[in-house]
């Protein structure tokens, strides 16, 4: 097994070598709107994941998906030419969900902003179901000191106390 560092630093060159292969040594015009957006490596080496994304419609992702499948053997040559290790890892071409699932988060996005804007739109012409200040009798400007009797307010709390014994 090797060294999950090593494995990263190996996936990162072997989406280069990939990239530039697919610019020089692929001559298949369904390769040019190809984009290799990342690369994994497995610890032991010998196997690559290769993400990409395809600028086109599902007709255009598929021919180049047939393409790539096409041009593995040639981009595998490429890859064991520019990297130091013993043997060349398999390569794996998968399409990469990114662009799909940003798209679709964009979307979520500008219809959460669109009801926040309805919501604010009726928030702004709402009115008050009671009174504006339903609290107006409660300052403490308003609250008179004889309101208050002396029998109700013992702080001690020794009076529930002796009933209780009394029972």
């Known amino acids: 097994m090797a ?9 990162q060159r072997i989406k280069v070598v ?4 697919l ?3 692929v001559k298949d015009p369904r390769v040019e709107s190809i984009t290799v957006t990342d690369a994994r490596v497995t610890n032991d080496l010998q196997h690559a994941t290769i993400y990409y994304t395809v600028f086109g419609d599902d007709v255009a992702q598929a021919d180049a998906a047939r393409a790539l499948e096409k041009a ?3 981009l595998r040559q ?6 130091t290790v013993r043997l060349t890892p398999t390569l ?9 699932n940003a798209s679709n988060l964009e979307e979520l996005l ?11 739109a009726l928030a702004a012409s709402a009115k008050h179901a009671g009174e504006a200040d339903p609290y ?28 209780d014994a009394n029972r």
């Open 92 to 100: 794996e071409f998968v399409a990469d969900q990114i662009p799909v």
């Open 3 to 11: 060294d999950p560092a090593r494995a990263a630093k190996l996936a």
């Open 23 to 25: 610019g020089r040594r």
């Open 72 to 74: 593995k053997g040639v």
């Open 78 to 83: 490429e890859v064991g030419r520019n990297i």
């Open 18 to 21: 990939v990239a530039e292969a």
């Open 110 to 120: 500008r219809e959460a902003k669109r009801r926040d804007a309805e919501v604010a």
């Open 136 to 163: 107006k009798g409660d300052s403490p400007e308003d609250i008179d000191e004889d309101d208050f009797d002396e029998e109700d307010t013992d702080l001690s709390g020794d009076n529930d106390l002796d009933e």
